[in-house]
């Protein structure tokens, strides 16, 4: 995001949906952690490995 956030504030003339978009992002930030994402991970790996037992 803040490769986009870079290129959208260099841009010389900007759509008004671009000017909301460089705003947008300009202010957001990843408060992930690995912490909590673990159980959506794990959920993710036991479907997978669910639907290649079946086959699909």
């Known amino acids: 995001?803040?490769?986009a956030a870079f290129i959208m504030k260099r841009k010389q003339e900007?759509?008004?949906e671009e000017k909301a978009f460089e705003q947008?992002?300009?202010h957001s930030y990843d408060i992930s952690s690995e912490e909590?994402?673990?159980p959506l991970v794990?959920?993710?790996r036991k479907e997978q490995a669910g639907l290649l037992s079946q086959g699909n």
Do not use: F, G, R, T
Request: hydrophobic residues 45%; charged residues 25%.
């Open 24 to 26: 947008a992002i300009s």
């Open 14 to 16: 900007k759509s008004p």
């Open 42 to 44: 794990e959920w993710i």
């Open 36 to 38: 909590y994402l673990e």
């Open 1 to 3: 995001m803040k490769a």
